[in-house]
RNA sequence: GGCCUCGUAGUUCAAUGGAUAGAACGGCCCUCUCCUAAAGGGCAAAUACAGGUUCGAUUCCUGUCGGGGCUACCA
């Protein structure tokens, strides 16, 4: 049995499609089960094996004994020693019990070795691909025209680019849309601005800068003067009329402000497939809103077209309900404005349409701010009936907040911009570098510094969990110690350092994979940085699955941490074979985690910092 | 008012219902004739409050207090 076990690890191996452990130990563990209750143990069910929180108590633990006691009318402890025993003699793993019944795996250091072997083959490291690959589009980042990208696009932009970058490495197709807000109201200010207040030569400086310049001095106008929001408004009506000469100025307009998001972007190394943004609908909106009207599923309301409730729903669950005062009142999504305007809501559904018909989307992910969840939940909703279903997801996430725990403004009541951000996390950065690493020339420093400042705002938005408000904080964000992307870009470099000092071909025969390498692990950091070498395969696809770049953020830190400590207790070039070869194959392992890991997050690594 | 969401060390954040609640910053002690000290090893310090479900609750349920959001013609 553990012979065709083994077997059957190699053959898994060989094609690239090796068991977690926590899979691994799954599968024996419920086979023991059935072993030890027979028809007791419901036909479906499965153990779950997760990573024990505590080392004290194993690499592993399950809590199938407890969870199938009452059930089984066994005794937990006893039920869960019964199966210990069964698995005693388990190949990889040390089988124990304790607490209320709780069944603890250590974990062998030769099957560890046997996986840091496998994982120095796999390109993947251990990293399967998804079983049923999606289709999916991601729509994220979303700007509005006209306006630079103020610290609150920083979530967007940045967890969304990782999940793209996840969702590919899990293998999905994956297109990426940046839905940028260019057909909003702000046009009509805009048109008026520019043709009575932008100053030209201005523009030809600073496109953007002119361009919000000019906005907010209409905006402030306007307060003060109600007849300049009349002639604003009829701007507006003239670009959507299709005024050549408003429609000149508004092609203007976002050629200007994708060129300068462009260049925010390529500091990011953040790009997107598609820039379809809400005027790209233009054209959908009217027939989508006589379909739905067609179908029964909108209709007129005080002039309004609008989506009531069709009561599929509990009224607590009905995103088309509100209760006042004890009565259930109905929030339906407008469509089209008595003034015969269309909305947002029209435009997410005719751009939902778009991206199941022409990228044949079966998943669509917005990573949008948790404020508009109900805005979603209709619009989902209205998708439902239609009848059209697919992993339609909300990728919320909380909001920036100021030290007052208000949504987050400067002293002075100004947004903070995020070219101002980056500007200051490299600034920051380079007066690090200067000071750590003084004899590095010029150009090198300016090079460190841009990723690691970088590097650092997004690590900073990555690890924390994506729902929670954050407070904004100059300090936190930029911070380069402790647990920040330096940190573990910093074990790189500590890796890169030793492997550069190596003439070895036995070295190189290993990297290239052409030889089996003969791994051996015996102090305890080196079988703990194994340990969190071989988690790396549990833990990617769980960060796509809840959409949790913090996951895979806290992963990677967990890992520098296992390395740093490794570094400092165990020589590696000091060291005599096979000691020696061990540790450097760990010390590859590592890197390659990282670069893989890291570039998962969308965050760069140095050969020397 | 109703619905949603959050409340964890001095501070900023973690924790699929699991065991003694993890980190980081800040504070206090150590470690560079040794592969990059942007590092390592220690110490002190927290689940808003009250009930309930459970073998077990920061997590699930109820209530109280406090923050934020949403609640038909903005996006």
Known sequence: MVLGLTNDRALCIRIGTMMTLPEQIARKLTDALRAELGEALPEQFHATVTASQDLQYGDYQSNAAMILAKATRRNPRELAQATATRLAEMSEATVSVAGPGFINFRIKAEEYAARMVAMLAD?????????????LV??????????????GHIRSTIIGDTLARLARFMGHTVVTDNHIGDWGTQFGMILWG??????????????IDALLTTYKEVNKRCKEQPELLEACK????????????????????????????????????????????ESFYNDALEPLVNDLLARGIARESDGAVCVFSDGTHAPKDDPFLVNKDGEWQPVPAIIRKA?????????????????????????????????????????????????????????????ILGKDRR?????????????????????????VVENKSPDMPAEEQAAVAEVVGIGAIKFAELSQNRLSDYIFDWEKMLSLSGDTAPYLQNSYVRVRAIERKIDDPEFAALLSGSSKPNILL????????????????????????????????????????????????C???????????????????????????????GIRLLERM
């Open 522 to 569: 015996t102090e305890e950091r080196e079988i703990n940085l194994a340990r969190s070498l071989s988690r790396f395969a549990e833990v990617v696809p769980a960060t796509l699955d809840d959409c949790r770049p913090n996951l895979l953020a806290a992963y990677l830190y967990e890992l520098a941490r296992a390395f740093h400590s490794f570094y400092e207790a």
């Open 339 to 399: 003034d015969g305007a269309f909305l947002y809501a029209t435009t997410d559904l005719a751009t939902l349409d778009y991206r199941i018909r022409h990228f044949q989307a079966d998943s669509i992910w917005y990573v949008v701010g948790a404020p508009q969840e109900k805005h979603f939940k209709q619009i989902f909703d209205i998708e439902r009936m239609r009848g059209v279903t697919g992993d339609f997801r909300h990728v919320a996430f909380g909001s």
């Open 138 to 151: 991601i729509d994220f980042s979303a700007p509005n025209v006209a306006k630079p990208m103020h610290v």
């Open 194 to 207: 520019w043709k009575n207040l932008l100053d030209k030569q201005e523009l030809e400086r600073d496109p």
């Open 234 to 277: 009829a701007e507006l009506v003239r670009l959507q009329s299709g005024d050549a000469e408003n429609l000149d100025i508004w092609k203007r307009c976002i050629e200007v402000t994708k060129r300068g998001l462009e260049k925010i972007y390529d500091k990011l190394d953040i790009h997107f497939d598609y820039w379809l943004g």
């Open 407 to 431: 949504p987050f403004k400067t002293r002075d009541g100004e947004t903070v911009s995020l070219q101002d951000v980056i500007d200051e996390a490299i600034q920051r950065a380079a007066s």
């Open 123 to 135: 390109a993947r490291l251990g990293v399967r691909l998804a079983e049923h690959p999606k289709k």
């Open 571 to 601: 020589p590696v070039l000091r060291s005599e074979n096979p000691t020696r070869f061990s540790r450097l194959a760990l010390c590859e392992l590592t890197a390659r985690v990282l670069r893989l890991g890291m570039s998962l997050l």
